[in-house]
């Protein structure tokens, strides 16, 4: 009998969460529409939904006119039943963001990072103090937030301390997981940036609409998500994707990871930039931070920039061509932003490029896009982790959150020495 109870309340859950999915991302729809796009019968439909309305987790948005018969009344998920707050630890800032559950940003905080290789625990903080300021600027109830999604580099183990092995920033088993845990109760989640882009475009971004699709991420770092059949492809331990350690020239300029020849080295903002720097004779580009001076460097003018930016648009297409080869992707999404800052003047000569490199068959069934959410991409798609949660779970309700303030966090190793 047990057992049966738990079978019985398990498919509820499992078909609340399909109508939820759908509700998310594709809503407003009406129960008709559900019923036709789940299978589910319309009395299932009705009492689901009957469900979660009396929650408070999805609500009536209007109605539309039907074929003969009363209208239809559209149903949405209720922007204001809850909040996600999503994070972007990147090479040069923290930015943290809230949401409401229309993808709505609410607030915003950023924390500008100087060290090349950061104090895990200074990361942290920021991210702590990140999640309180938004919190507090959005004027919401800390118990309404569903959940932290902290998106970083490097690979994530999917374990309860999300411990980060992240080569190019010295991190080396850094249980950040724990350590965020230690200064909130609001429930955290931790992947990798370019897989968190990936969900975001795929979403709601560039990627809609295709089952097999590639989604790079160009910054100060270069990565991918490759979506396999609608599912993102992580690997035997979740490390798939490090795009830009693919080697494109062999014993070539020293990457940051400290291998030669990697695809960052060249394509990366970082690495675009000691190119410059190196061809002008010592004298760097203009400019007080990384994303200023790559700015600066797209606007120059002058013969030396104009030939290593045609070198790294040469670079990045034939990139694009190894991954067009290897995942036979109906489309390659190039985002993060030094990606969209590339794309958005060289997008014509990157498929070019891609065209030349690629094999005449996968390249003809590919399209190559720019991502269509922005710079603050990353952010989005880490909110949707605990959103992705939500809906998996059909809706469960929420445990109370009563802890923002930084606390305590456990003992992180030291970043490690970069092999040079």
């Known amino acids: 009998m047990d057992a049966r109870r738990t079978t019985v309340r398990d498919m509820r859950r499992a078909n609340r969460s399909v109508l939820l999915t759908r509700i998310w991302l594709d809503g407003p729809l009406s129960r008709h529409e559900l019923g036709q796009s789940t299978a589910l019968s319309l009395a299932s439909v009705s009492n689901l939904v009957g469900e979660m309305i009396a ?5 009536e948005a209007g109605s539309v006119e039907s074929d003969g018969g009363r209208p239809r009344v559209l149903l949405r998920v209720a922007p204001a039943y809850g909040y996600l707050v999503g994070a972007d630890v990147g090479e040069t800032r923290v930015q943290v963001e809230l949401f409401d559950l229309a993808m709505t940003a609410l607030a915003k905080a950023e924390y500008p990072i100087a060290a090349a290789e950061p104090d895990p625990r200074q990361v942290t903080d920021h991210l702590l103090h990140g999640l309180a300021a938004v919190i507090d600027q959005a004027g919401v109830d800390p ?3 569903l959940g932290f999604g902290v998106a970083v580099s490097g690979t994530v183990e999917r374990t309860a301390d999300a411990v980060v092995h992240a080569q190019t920033l010295g991190w080396d088993g850094v249980p ?3 350590m965020l845990r ?5 429930p955290v989640h931790i992947d990798n940036g370019a897989k968190t882009l990936g969900q975001a475009e795929m979403w709601f971004g560039a990627g809609r609409g295709v089952r097999h699709a ?3 991420l160009v910054g100060s770092g270069v ?12 690997g035997a331990h979740s490390s798939a994707g490090e795009w830009g350690h693919t080697t494109i020239v062999y014993g070539g300029r020293r990457c940051r990871c400290g291998n030669l020849g990697c695809l960052e080295a060249y394509v990366g903002a970082e690495g675009v930039l000691d190119r410059f720097r ?18 600066e460097l797209l606007r120059a003018g002058s013969r030396t920039a104009a030939k290593v930016l045609d070198e790294t648009v040469g670079y990045l297409g034939a990139g694009v061509a190894n991954l067009v080869n290897l995942f036979n992707p109906e489309r390659v999404v190039l985002g993060g932003w030094a990606g969209l800052a590339l794309g958005e003047r060289y997008l014509p000569q990157i498929r070019e490029v891609t065209a030349r490199h690629a094999l005449r068959q996968p390249y003809a069934q590919t399209s190559i896009e720019l991502c269509r959410l922005g710079p603050d991409a990353v952010a ?21 959150v009563a802890r923002l303030s930084p606390a305590p966090v456990p003992p992180a190793r030291r970043p490690r020495a970069r092999t040079r």
């Open 223 to 234: 990565g991918a998500c490759v979506v396999a059949d609608g599912v993102g492809y992580r």
């Open 278 to 295: 190196q061809a002008n004779r010592g004298r760097p580009a203009a400019g007080g931070d990384e994303e200023t001076a790559f700015g």
């Open 55 to 59: 929650e408070g987790l999805v609500e």
């Open 176 to 178: 950040l997981g724990a």
């Open 214 to 216: 590639v989604v790079a």
């Open 182 to 186: 230690a200064g909130t109760d609001i």
């Open 143 to 145: 118990a309404a937030v």
């Open 380 to 400: 989005m798609g880490a909110a949707t982790l605990p959103m992705a949660r939500l809906l998996r779970d059909g809706g469960v309700p929420r445990e109370p």
